[in-house]
């Protein structure tokens, strides 16, 4: 059976990317620091924060209650639009976005909040790409109506 239809990807790029890119901005605070401080950026990045576990939380629920993986190197099994999934196509990845800015002025990481993009960049040439041909081989026609219903981020 062709590869790309039984898995997007060998490597689960997408917590190996926030992980890596947290880490990075750590050590890159200490020896460049940058602080993103202004009146209420603490508060900003909590909410921000909460948002982002919250969509994650959702996601994960919607996506076990759909009986389907969670892990991004692993099949689909069914193809879920409900829940978070009918507003975004990758809210899991919209959250890491959202927790790594959260994060960073939550914590005064300028670091973090500049990575952001990147993650998201970085996840969607190596994730969301694959993951987007593997569901087409897998639900065809029913993926891509889908896809023209809802956007790809937000």
Same mark, same amino acid.
């Given at each position: 059976?062709? !590869?790309?239809?039984?898995?997007?990807?060998?490597?689960?790029?997408? /917590?190996?990317?926030? %992980?890596?890119?947290? +880490?990075?901005?750590?050590?890159?605070?200490?020896? &460049?620091?940058?602080? /993103?401080?202004? @009146?209420?950026?603490?508060?900003?990045?909590?909410?921000? *924060? +909460?948002?982002?576990?919250? *969509?994650?939380?959702?996601?994960?629920?919607?996506? $076990?209650?759909?009986?389907?993986?969670?892990?991004? #190197?692993?099949?689909?099994? #069914?193809?879920?639009?409900?829940? /978070? &999934?009918?507003?975004?196509? $990758? /809210? *899991?990845?919209? =959250?890491? &976005?959202?927790?790594?800015?959260?994060?960073? @002025?939550?914590?005064?990481?300028?670091?973090?909040?500049?990575?952001?993009? %990147?993650? =998201?960049?970085?996840? #969607? *040439?190596?994730?969301?790409?694959? !993951? !987007?041909? #593997?569901?087409?081989?897998?639900?065809? &026609?029913?993926? !891509?109506?889908?896809?023209?219903?809802?956007?790809?981020?937000?």
């Amino acid at each position: 059976m062709n !590869e790309r239809r039984t898995r997007p990807n060998v490597v689960p790029w997408p /917590p190996l990317l926030i %992980v890596g890119l947290t +880490a990075l901005a750590v050590a890159l605070q200490v020896v &460049f620091p940058i602080y /993103p401080e202004f @009146l209420w950026s603490r508060i900003l990045g909590a909410v921000l *924060i +909460a948002a982002a576990l919250a *969509i994650d939380l959702w996601a994960m629920k919607t996506l $076990n209650d759909g009986r389907t993986t969670i892990l991004p #190197h692993r099949g689909s099994s #069914h193809l879920v639009t409900k829940g /978070p &999934f009918q507003f975004s196509r $990758n /809210p *899991i990845y919209l =959250a890491n &976005f959202i927790l790594m800015a959260g994060l960073g @002025l939550f914590f005064a990481n300028g670091w973090m909040v500049l990575l952001a993009p %990147v993650d =998201a960049l970085l996840t #969607h *040439i190596l994730a969301v790409r694959r !993951e !987007e041909n #593997h569901l087409i081989a897998m639900f065809g &026609f029913e993926y !891509e109506a889908y896809c023209r219903r809802v956007r790809r981020w937000i």
